[in-house]
């Protein structure tokens, strides 16, 4: 019971402070509370398949195949790989995390999970489209190719920002 | 336009029911223990996620387009860039509400550069998922990241003022 509570206790915080808001402000309160049922809808409709594919992945994909596609010797091809995944998949941003995780796990490299995790928030395909469509073509095709290099950059800037004994720590404290 | 996003989330029921009939057909064994480890990795993010969701449903109460209208404002210089990407970056917005709200604020006068800020802030920048994403990368990692992609999100707003305009 206390391992629950501590385990949501940001949760609980959230809670509470909408709470407080509903108290002060009814019609906010209602209109926040229809909003997270909307994402919550979206969650439980994208997330599942999500986490299927990554249970699938972890335990069919041998390590040594990973480490070929996306690890540390696997240059243009683990970077086209990242991006291609990143920019392939559906889902908010959150749902990006557990799945570098398992890339970690399975020995991909820093670099190009940062560059999965770029792809994923910036070069969604469906996304694309839809920013085309409503900001035009010029605004979208400007931002997709400062982005892609713009991806590469950040990533490669972190992954040498961190230093061997963070990135140690971090495949530790890998949560699932 | 929501027809969109709903086509990439049937895709992947598709595939990942196309992949999980193949590997039960494999090994069964196999296959249970992906779904254990599935189950396992969505139990143990779940506190945050609903955490998060919530948050997510307080800020776009508080940042309607209206009120992101009138924090950007008109001004087309930098100070209208910083404030939307500030604005870009605290939110997470679904695309099919964030475009529509861009293109709103273009019809009412914002500029290019300040769009280009709260867009690409928007998408690479989360304040809201930090929590998340501290949970699996460490806080020296998850600040960083969002910190550069901060200052990279003024090249992009700058690149699409000059080709733009």
Excluded: C, H
């Amino acid at each position: 019971m206390k391992k629950l509570m501590k385990k949501y206790r940001l949760f609980f915080a959230v809670i509470t402070a909408m709470i407080i808001i509903t108290i002060i402000n009814v019609e906010f309160g209602k209109e926040s509370l229809s909003v997270t049922f909307f994402s919550l809808k979206e969650m439980l409709s994208i997330i599942p398949p999500i986490f299927i594919l990554l249970g699938l992945l972890d335990v069919w994909v041998p390590r040594k195949t990973m480490v070929k596609f996306m690890g540390e010797n696997s240059g243009l091809k683990g970077i086209s790989i990242a991006f291609i995944i990143g920019s392939a998949s559906a889902g908010p941003l959150y749902g990006a995390f557990p799945a570098a995780a398992v890339f970690l796990r399975k020995g991909a490299s820093f670099r190009n999970v940062f560059i999965f995790i770029g792809a994923w928030s910036t070069t969604k395909i469906p996304m694309f489209l839809f920013e085309y469509s409503a900001l035009g073509p010029q605004f979208a095709i400007t931002r997709l190719l400062v982005d892609i290099p713009g991806i590469i950059i950040i990533a490669i800037l972190l992954s040498r920002l961190l230093s061997q004994r963070d990135k140690e720590k971090i495949l530790e404290n890998l949560p699932g | 336009m929501v027809f969109r996003e709903n086509m990439s989330t049937v895709i992947t029921y598709i595939i990942t029911a196309v992949l999980l009939g193949i590997s039960l057909a494999v090994n069964k064994k196999k296959t249970i223990k992906a779904l254990k480890k599935a189950w396992k990795a969505f139990d143990n993010i779940l506190p945050q996620f609903l955490a998060v969701i919530m948050l997510v449903g307080i800020l776009v109460t508080a940042l309607d387009p209206e009120t992101i209208s009138d924090i950007i404002g008109f001004d087309s210089g930098w100070l209208g860039t910083a404030l939307a990407a500030i604005v870009g970056s605290v939110t997470l917005i679904p695309g099919f509400i964030a475009f529509p709200t861009a293109e709103l604020l273009l019809q009412n006068g914002a500029g290019y550069m300040q769009i280009g800020a709260f867009v690409s802030t928007l998408m690479m920048v989360g304040v809201v998922t930090f929590p998340v994403e501290r949970k699996f990368f460490g806080t020296k990692a998850a600040v960083s990241r969002n910190v550069i992609a901060f200052f990279f999100s003024f090249i992009v707003a700058a690149v699409i003022q000059w080709v733009v305009q």
